[in-house]
């Protein structure tokens, strides 16, 4: 049996990242999303809302929208997870 696929998933109501293998949930880590609301909009700050893609993991910046977490959780996470792996932000 083939092992489902990690999917990371952001509640900004909540301020908190799920690492899940299909419905089962890896891991947690608390984050802090943008002062400035929710939003797509260029050059807003904004967190945006949708579904996304880890693009990259070092080198290139292609962010849309800044998650904050704590230091020793991105380095947890960045080991955790490829490059493609989707990303969703919701309310």
Not at 55 to 84: P, T
């Amino acid at each position: 049996m083939q092992k489902s696929r990690l999917h990371i998933q952001v509640s900004v109501r909540d301020q908190e990242l799920k690492l899940r293998r299909g419905r089962k949930i890896i891991r947690r880590y608390p984050v802090s999303t943008s002062r400035f609301g929710l939003g797509s909009e260029q050059n807003s700050h904004k967190t945006p809302l949708g579904k996304f893609r880890i693009s990259d993991k070092i080198g290139e910046r292609d962010s849309h929208g800044c998650i904050r977490m704590r230091n020793a959780d991105v380095i947890e996470l960045f080991h955790l997870v490829d490059v493609d792996t989707p990303v969703t932000i919701r309310e």
